[in-house]
């Protein structure tokens, strides 16, 4: 009887050890899984970073919750391995566990460029969260190949499907003990030459998608077996000439801002809300400028009108689907150009040469000709506005409101583009200018501007007679002007003839000390 009663003791302990362990590799499971669900976020951001959007870079945290998970994982092992009987569920549960946690630990710390032009160096850094639990020995090497879309979805490069020659792609983790890191960087990696797969209809050469796939064959310290981890980066376009480098970043641009998480290598949507599109802009816009002066709502639905060919439009845009077609693919109308094209013209001026007047909101920037007349019309004589160029691509023009004989006229000069200001800045050009006087709304040019003014040539010993370059707004020329055609509203008194109306040349003055 006694010896009945202990084998059922036996066996209910038995069950009850049972339980206890599978509850708590069930619990294991669920963290693991909110592991993963952090980690996917982190890669997201990463992703979304390329635009502007927010972006915490820093791992440690999940590196610690990494460890924390294989040391449960390695506990839990120790205890079924107690266990007289085997436990064959709860082993192989544990042990699909432990491969998920080695696989993903293994993250693309330092993105590759992702715009890459073939034979140019660039560089990329891989880590492993659960460097500290590699074994000795050994050094862990890491390969980088070049995969299409398809082998990215299959993660699996066979030989004789190599798609591109990758050079110097294979690197050592090391160990950083100060910092707890393990890292595998690639400093100079180089795309000798690429294989492209057969474009569909009107698919051009950079609307495809590549990416580095990176494998390490790693062994850990509690495991004598060894296993292969494997991580793909984000979608490169690669390019053989600096012309296609707009295009290729346009790309780049839509499957950042709107892939999905957990997505099938590279699929994104042909469509997307404006609404999207615009904080996309809105934000790859301020992280190229550096500048935290964001676009207005004046700019954003002017561009809402340029991209959906909607220029009288003036409800709400946000829920209207834009296409990427509409993106970077259609020419808008009466231009030679994309919508993107010319966005990115604008940015990249003002990147290189109006930083600091877009920064101190002097530039107002993306506003059509028809909405200048409900801007200025109320406005001092001489009071104008800077804007983009609508018609050029990288061109900033001034517009400016005058009256005369009884007209409201409203004035565009010629833009000014890249060269132009590389030959004299705009503060000293909007120095120049007599017939503007105000800043919109109200604000005295000189003290607007007055910072951005550069001295007047000295003389010196030389002999020679100082020189400078003015803008001068001069006679109506021949050559049709490159923007809008100026314009007026007739006030209330009787029209009278078209007075003719000035654009903008420059012209070089001799300054002497004797005038």
Not at 99 to 105: E, K, V
Not at 119 to 147: C, H, N
Not at 192 to 215: C, M, N, P, Q, Y
Not at 359 to 374: N, P, R, W
Request: hydrophobic fraction near 40%; proline fraction near 5%; aromatic fraction near 10%.
């Amino acid at each position: 009887m006694k010896i009945k009663q202990a084998q059922f003791e036996m066996q209910r302990l038995s069950r009850e050890r049972f339980e206890v362990l599978k509850e708590c590799v069930d619990n294991l499971e669920r963290c693991q899984e909110q592991f993963f669900s952090k980690l996917n976020i982190w890669k997201c951001e990463q992703h979304k970073s390329l635009i502007g959007f927010p972006f915490m870079d820093d791992l440690s945290p999940l590196q610690t919750r990494s460890e924390q998970l294989f040391a449960v994982n390695s506990n839990l092992n120790q205890e079924v391995s107690l266990v007289p009987e085997h436990i064959q569920e709860i082993r192989e549960k544990l042990h699909n566990l432990l491969q998920r946690l080695l696989q993903s630990s293994f993250v693309v710390e330092r993105q590759p460029p992702q715009v890459i032009k073939t034979q140019s160096k660039f560089s990329a850094t891989v880590r492993y969260l659960l460097g500290e639990k590699l074994a000795p020995g050994k050094p862990v090497q890491v390969t980088a190949d070049i995969v299409n879309e398809q082998q990215a979805r299959n993660m699996i490069i066979e030989p004789s499907e190599n798609v591109g020659e990758l050079i110097n792609n294979t690197s050592v983790m090391d160990k950083n003990t100060a910092t707890r890191t393990t890292n595998a960087t690639f400093r100079n990696m180089s795309i000798k030459k690429i294989k492209r797969a057969d474009r569909k209809g009107a698919e051009s050469v950079t609307e495809e998608k590549f990416a580095l796939l990176f494998t390490a064959k790693i062994s850990i310290s509690t495991n004598d077996a060894f296993f292969v981890v494997k991580i793909i980066s984000q979608p490169v376009v690669v390019i053989v000439h600096g012309s296609q480098d707009n295009n290729a970043l346009a790309t780049i641009i839509w499957d950042s801002a709107f892939a999905e998480p957990d997505r099938l290598p590279f699929v994104v949507p042909d469509r997307v809300p404006w609404k999207m599109m615009v904080e996309t802009l809105d934000n790859k816009f301020c992280l190229d400028v550096q500048t935290n002066n964001h676009l207005n709502a004046f700019n954003k639905h002017f561009l809402a009108q340029k991209i959906f060919d909607r220029p009288d439009y003036a409800e709400d845009f946000s829920n209207m689907m834009v296409s990427w077609c509409q993106f970077n693919k259609e020419i808008l109308t009466n231009r030679n150009f994309t919508f993107w094209q010319w966005f990115e013209g604008a940015m990249d001026l003002t990147k290189k040469h109006l930083r600091p007047y877009w920064s101190d909101a002097l530039i107002f920037g993306f506003i059509g000709k028809q909405h200048i007349a409900h801007v200025l019309k109320q406005c001092t004589d001489g009071t104008f506005l800077l804007r983009f160029s609508d018609s050029e691509i990288g061109a900033i023009t001034i517009a400016y409101v005058t009256y005369e004989n009884g007209m409201t006229l409203f004035k565009n000069l010629q833009p000014f583009t890249k060269r132009d200001l590389e030959i004299r800045c705009l503060g000293d050009r909007i120095r120049d200018i007599n017939d503007i006087t105000y800043l919109y709304p109200n604000v005295a040019k000189h003290e607007a501007f007055k910072k951005f003014y550069t001295g007047r040539p000295q003389a010196t010993n030389s002999g020679y007679i100082p020189v400078s370059l003015q803008t001068k707004v001069g006679p109506e020329l021949e050559v049709p002007s490159t923007d809008d055609d100026n314009y007026s509203i007739p006030s209330l008194s009787p029209p009278l003839p078209d007075l003719g109306l000035p654009i903008v040349s420059d012209l070089t003055e001799m300054e002497s000390n004797d005038m």
